[in-house]
T-cell receptor, first 112, second 113 residues
Framework: NAGVTQTPKFQVLKTGQSMTLQCAQDMNHEYMSWYRQDPGMGLRLIHY???????DQGEVPNGYNVSRSTTEDFPLRLLSAAPSQTSVYFC???????????FGPGTRLTVT | DQQVKQNSPSLSVQEGRISILNCDYTNSMFDYFLWYKKYPAEGPTFLISISSIKDKNEDGRFTVFLNKSAKHLSLHIVPSQPGDSAVYFC????????????FGGGTRLMVKP
């Protein structure tokens, strides 16, 4: 099992550019989510999904879109990047019965 | 306003001694609490959890204590080891399905040999 994988590991964007952060898991987990980590703020939930075709907003959803067409993949889209979106992004998943999340290694995004 | 707070950004402890990491929360609806450990350039990994119906949970060297009346939880690591040096996040959940976790800001623990 590869667990939760994220690509790319690092990305630099200019303000206004768009991009998609990829997340995949091979554990057949129903639940997947995206968090961003900022210094002193801990991890904040952006969006989550409880299964294919179902997504919902977390604490800080503005500026981000998600979709869940398969159980394995949960991409995060930035339509028009802003410097405030400079952060480390973590994807996480869990099975319906588990109480805790498995996290990916993260994507460090810088928006200039 | 942060609903989960870790007021100590860093903690330094000698190897073999006890490490105590603290976490306070404000939302009385939180009923499940978790601790995660994070090494640099890696994602957080689950460490230990506790339900609000308990006041203590142990797993080897790690013990979590919950004081509901004070809205306070703590993680004890005994004995501390240099490999425990990492950032520790506490997290809380209040929705029945556990779909939304609220994290604290983290405490960096340094265990000196």
């Amino acid at each position: 099992n590869a667990g939760v994988t994220q690509t790319p590991k690092f990305q630099v964007l200019k303000t206004g550019q768009s991009m998609t952060l990829q997340c995949a898991q091979d554990m057949n987990h129903e639940y997947m989510s995206w968090y961003r980590q900022d210094p002193g703020m801990g991890l904040r939930l952006i969006h989550y999904s409880v299964g294919a075709g179902i997504t919902d907003q977390g604490e800080v959803p503005n500026g981000y879109n998600v979709s869940r067409s398969t159980t394995e993949d949960f991409p995060l889209r930035l339509l028009s990047a802003a410097p405030s979106q400079t952060s480390v992004y973590f994807c996480a998943s869990r099975s319906g019965l588990a109480s805790y999340l498995y996290f990916g290694p993260g994507t460090r995004l810088t928006v200039t | 306003d942060q609903q989960v707070k870790q007021n100590s950004p860093s903690l330094s402890v000698q190897e073999g001694r006890i490490s105590i990491l603290n976490c306070d929360y404000t939302n009385s609806m939180f009923d499940y609490f978790l601790w995660y450990k994070k090494y640099p350039a890696e994602g957080p990994t689950f460490l230990i959890s506790i339900s609000s119906i308990k006041d203590k949970n142990e797993d080897g060297r790690f013990t979590v204590f919950l004081n509901k009346s004070a809205k306070h939880l703590s993680l004890h690591i005994v004995p501390s080891q240099p490999g425990d040096s990492a950032v520790y996040f506490c997290a809380a959940s209040g929705d029945n399905a556990g779909n939304m976790l609220t994290f604290g800001g983290g405490t960096r623990l340094m265990v000196k040999p």
